[in-house]
């Protein structure tokens, strides 16, 4: 089945975090880039999460173009990621960094992480998706967590499939879904933002409550939920998970041929959490302008153009050409649920330290 064959490439995205806008008619291959013809021979060291993917030509092509050799250096997911550049903010282990993401930025900017620069190529990217920015970082690619929906399970069992986060209390849906720890997940993190979004301060604990009643199970990871417990693949028992508006189209990508003709699963478009992530240049490298050279061609057309199917990913500039299974498949929700970043950074640590207490105490 799809599922099992998709995880592979699913698991990376859900160990970084990733959110969207449809492209507009702008032309990707207009947006102006400041990535100079060349550099002095030098290696820039970009910190990322394990989910980062590029195909290698790409980077093959920056470094005989520019003289700047880019080492990808991994260190677990975004909350990660995050820590560690705060811990050696001024002093990093590298030049520049991707893959913070629109739940985690405020702590990032308040801890000094950056050294403020915005990409000239950011002209092309949508106002919606710079937001709280402080022009210190540069939108890259964006996505949506959601909950992901069974199709054929719900039509073998003749269920209506739930339509808003409501259904997912009542009876007919019980023992039916599972999500990731919000203190352990990135998407769990995002689903309780759906949630706090959705249901405000004053009811999200309740709903929270009113789920834990209905038999939502939790677990600590994406891998987890849905390699194990989702029942697309035949591997679970629960055919309602937290995961990614682009998983429908992960599993005809994935698929052993023949592809299947259709994903085997839906979207739930009210569910939809929109997370961005973007990219910056670290405080104390000592080598700023090929850092910014870096962040400029993570916006570069042919960059923009592979991030759907190697991240599973939108691209953040407008216009940026989608391949057609992508395009057909990933849901694009028409509103999807956002929260300040500063409002997140204030509140996130009471928001999961509570959410812990009425889901798992």
């Known amino acids: 089945m799809a599922a099992a064959a998709a995880a592979s490439a699913l698991v990376l995205a859900a160990c970084g975090s990733g959110a ?8 990707a291959s207009s947006t102006p880039s ?6 002095a021979p030098t290696t820039v060291r970009l910190l990322t ?3 980062f993917a590029l195909t290698e030509s790409l980077l093959d092509d920056f470094e005989a173009r520019t003289g700047i050799t880019v080492e990808v250096v991994t260190g677990g997911d975004a909350g990660e990621l ?3 550049a705060a811990l050696t903010a001024g002093n990093p ?3 520049v960094l991707f893959g913070v993401d629109s739940t985690l930025l405020s702590r990032a900017l308040q801890s000094g992480v950056f050294d403020p620069y915005e990409s000239p190529a950011a002209s092309g990217v949508p106002s919606e998706l710079k937001t709280a920015t402080q022009e210190a970082v540069t939108p890259v690619d964006y996505g949506d967590v959601c909950i992901n929906v069974d199709d054929a399970w719900f039509a073998e069992k ?3 499939k739930p339509a808003t986060l409501d259904d997912l209390v009542k009876p007919e849906y019980r023992d039916l879904l599972v999500v990731e720890n919000a203190a352990t997940s990135s998407p769990g993190l995002a689903f309780l933002l759906a949630t706090v979004a959705t249901y405000g301060e004053d009811g999200y604990q309740d709903y929270w409550s009113k789920l834990r009643a209905n038999g939502v199970k939790v677990v600590n990871g994406w891998t987890e939920a849905y390699e194990g417990e989702y029942t697309v693949g035949g591997k679970g028992s629960r055919p309602l998970v937290v995961s990614y508006a682009s998983s429908p189209p992960a599993e ?3 698929a052993s041929d023949p592809k299947p003709a259709k994903p085997y699963s839906s979207v739930m478009e009210s569910s939809c959490y929109r997370q961005v992530e973007y990219a910056g240049v670290l405080a104390g490298t000592e080598q700023p302008e090929a ?3 870096v962040v400029d061609w993570l916006l570069s057309p042919a960059v923009q153009a592979d991030v759907p199917l190697s991240m599973f990913v939108f691209p953040a500039v407008k216009g940026t050409p989608l391949p057609d299974v992508f395009a057909t498949w990933a849901a694009t929700p028409a509103s999807p649920l956002v929260l300040d970043p500063a409002e997140i950074d204030a509140k996130r640590s009471q928001w999961v330290d509570a959410w812990d207490q009425v889901t798992l105490r």
């Not at 969207?20 to 032309?27: A, D, I, M």
């Not at 400041?34 to 550099?39: G, I, L, M, N």
């Open 20 to 27: 969207g806008t449809s492209p507009s008619s702008t032309s």
């Open 291 to 293: 850092a910014r050279a």
């Open 82 to 84: 995050v820590n560690k």
């Open 252 to 254: 005809i990508v994935y």
């Open 49 to 51: 999460h394990d989910s």
């Open 158 to 160: 003749g269920i209506a």
């Open 34 to 39: 400041a990535v100079p013809s060349t550099f």
């Open 93 to 95: 282990e590298g030049d």
